[in-house]
């Protein structure tokens, strides 16, 4: 693969052909118009990976066309047809499994044993959606007067615009494209620039199961030229619904330049999720939950433990076993190394605001129990190591921030009312998790926090067949399971006279 890609890596394609620099739009396999290309890097060095077409508002303005285009046909699709449609595009994932596994550690940085595991979550939202297509159902109303009789139908949309994030390249665009595909709509898809060669290698592989041309179009634009393609998405009319994951800045602006032409939108953004442990809990459960949950893909994803919220009693005994474990569970090497689990952030800006986090933390009184602020270069310039604090308190910057990365920070609280007014004091509401054996508190806290989804007992929450989404400054719209699909519908009421 040397001859391919810019730089040597120690793994060997089974199928060469999935790497590409180029844009998929209209069936059509194409360069931007220009001629520009911006460069990809590999996070575990930040060596040049490849160039990727660079296209700009008008390729995209052909590809919203292209859509549209296809759409006219897509939407008279049978809803078997679609399905047979994503079951061969799953079958086909799994097969080049590895492929796309060896892609993703390459542009993102993730061990690949960890990529393995995120091709698999991307193909059960296929799996998932494809069982479902047949079952959108609509119904029949009663009518309350005249001789009526009233009934429902689902439709879809038609061009969706889907924007995805770099933290999760493969299943971010199987569950946005996968839903709206399955729904019978047809997509223009915007990879993240950190991460375009996943989103190539997909569409590949949706043109091989027949994919009909023009029902997902695969648009690789630089971050420069992110904000003149984005107000193409939200000005077209020919797009009507966008679906957007990111930062929550981002996403308040999308949404309200859509309002002015009325498209739907579905965006998934910022979380600052509380995980609360209680005096009562189980507490190898709770330290095996938050590991799950904070140090997963080093701390980058939406829905990581932000604020971690301890019981006074125990904050002592948790904070050694949770760092006990910590240190027996991650193995540090290179990310092609089958040992690996833990591997770099996604670039030197990311270390920077940790950096910064810790060392307002340890000013304002917090104490470091295990890991630290210095980088390990040994695996790489991007490389944080695990790193968890006791002490913190509400006038630190990391309980209003985000984080989005490898640091635990544990607060002590004293009675649930406290620890509810705090997990609550925020912008986001995304995901909460509580660890608890009293079946009263489980009930009482997860309807008392203000988020979208809530993990008892568990640190993994996300699921396929999951209505995935946050509420307040979290976004709008479900992601997964059944809602999913109702999001890329429309409901037409039909009324008919006897």
């Known amino acids: 693969m040397a001859h391919i890609l810019s730089k040597e890596i120690p793994y060997t394609f089974k199928d060469p052909s999935l790497l590409d620099h180029r844009s998929f739009v209209g069936g059509k396999w194409v360069e931007g118009s220009k001629g520009d290309t911006f460069s990809v890097y590999d996070p575990a060095d930040n060596q040049k990976v490849w160039d990727i077409a660079d296209l700009d508002r008008e390729d995209v303005k052909g590809a919203i066309e292209a859509a549209h285009t296809a759409f006219k046909s897509f939407k008279k699709s049978l809803h078997r047809e679609r399905r047979w449609l994503m079951r061969r595009w799953a079958d086909l994932i799994r097969e080049n499994a590895d492929d796309l596994a060896a892609i993703c550690s390459l542009e993102l940085g993730k061990p690949f044993k960890e990529s393995l595991v995120t091709v698999k979550y991307g193909t059960d939202f296929l799996d998932w959606f494809e069982s479902a297509i047949e079952r959108q159902y609509g119904e029949t109303i009663p009518a309350a007067k005249g001789d009526n009789r009233i009934f429902t139908v689902r439709q879809p949309q038609g061009v969706v615009v889907a924007i ?130 904070k140090f997963r893909s080093s701390g980058q994803t939406c829905v990581c433990a932000n604020r971690i919220f301890i019981h006074s009693s125990i904050v002592e005994t948790f904070a050694s076993l949770l760092a006990k474990k910590v240190q027996d569970t991650f193995h540090f090497a290179s990310v092609w190394d089958p040992k690996c689990n833990f591997g770099p952030l996604y670039s030197f800006k990311a270390f920077e605001k940790i950096d910064v986090q810790i060392k307002d933390a340890i000013s304002k009184g917090a104490e470091i129990v295990y890991g630290g602020p210095e980088k390990n270069s040994q695996w790489g310039p991007n490389f944080c190591p695990p790193t968890i604090l006791k002490g913190g308190n509400k006038d630190m910057l990391f309980m209003q921030q985000e984080t989005f990365g490898p640091l635990a920070f544990l607060v002590s609280f004293e009675t649930d009312e406290e620890v509810i007014e705090m997990a609550n004091d925020t912008d986001a509401g995304l995901a909460a998790y509580i660890f608890t054996e009293d079946i009263s508190r489980v009930w009482r806290i997860s309807e008392e926090l203000e988020a979208g989804m809530v993990g008892v007992r568990v640190g993994l929450i996300s699921a396929c067949e999951q209505p995935f989404g946050g509420i307040k400054d979290s976004g709008t719209g479900r992601e997964g399971g059944r809602d999913a699909l109702d999001e890329y519908t429309e409901v037409k009421s039909i009324t008919v006279g006897i």
């Open 164 to 293: 995805t994030p770099w933290n999760s390249p493969i299943a971010m665009i199987t569950r946005k494209v996968g839903a709206a595909i399955a729904a019978g709509n047809t997509v223009v898809c915007k990879p993240a620039p950190e991460t375009p060669l996943c989103a190539i290698a997909i569409a590949k592989l949706f043109e091989r199961a027949g994919g009909p041309p023009g029902v997902l179009n695969i648009v690789t634009t630089s971050a420069g030229k992110a904000a003149d393609v984005g107000k193409e998405f939200t000005e077209n009319k020919l797009v009507r619904h966008l679906s957007f994951t990111g930062s929550t800045a981002v996403g308040r602006y999308l949404h309200a330049e859509c309002a002015k032409t009325f498209k739907k939108t579905s965006l998934e953004l910022g979380g600052n999720a509380p995980f609360i442990v209680f005096g009562d809990a189980n507490l190898e459960k709770a330290a095996e939950g938050l590991i799950s949950s």
